[in-house]
Nanobody, 114 residues
Framework: QVQLVESGGGLVQTGGSLRLSCAAS????????MGWFRQVPGKQRELVAR???????VYADSVKGRFTISRDNAKNSVYLQMNSLKPEDSAVYYC????????WGQGTQVTVSS
């Protein structure tokens, strides 16, 4: 059974930083492209960034230059370093398998105050 557990969210001021973590279990982690997604109430979940097993990364235009996705295959974990945060980055952040999403975890709330 695949399980994804996100952590690291919180309340931060505009311009601040947070580092999100996602621990995966029950899957062959290293062979999967992983993604970070976010969702605000009333809107569709959107992809923020993704990373292949080998470390190739792609970012949404809205976060390029501010966010960095990384992974540690030995720890079955993926991370999202978020710098220069803006109020519009406020959302619940989730990780998941990019090509074939599995059951979503609870996510971690990020709130950026102006």
């Amino acid at each position: 059974q695949v399980q994804l557990v996100e952590s690291g969210g919180g309340l931060v001021q505009t311009g601040g930083s947070l580092r999100l973590s996602c621990a995966a279990s029950g899957m062959i982690f290293s062979s999967n492209t992983m993604g970070w997604f976010r969702q605000v109430p009333g809107k569709q979940r959107e992809l923020v960034a993704r990373i292949t097993g080998g470390g190739f990364t792609v970012y949404a235009d809205s976060v390029k230059g501010r966010f960095t996705i990384s992974r540690d295959n030995a720890k079955n974990s993926v991370y999202l370093q978020m710098n220069s945060l803006k109020p519009e980055d406020s959302a619940v952040y989730y990780c998941n398998v990019y090509h074939r999403p599995v059951d979503w975890g609870q996510g971690t709330q990020v709130t950026v105050s102006s």
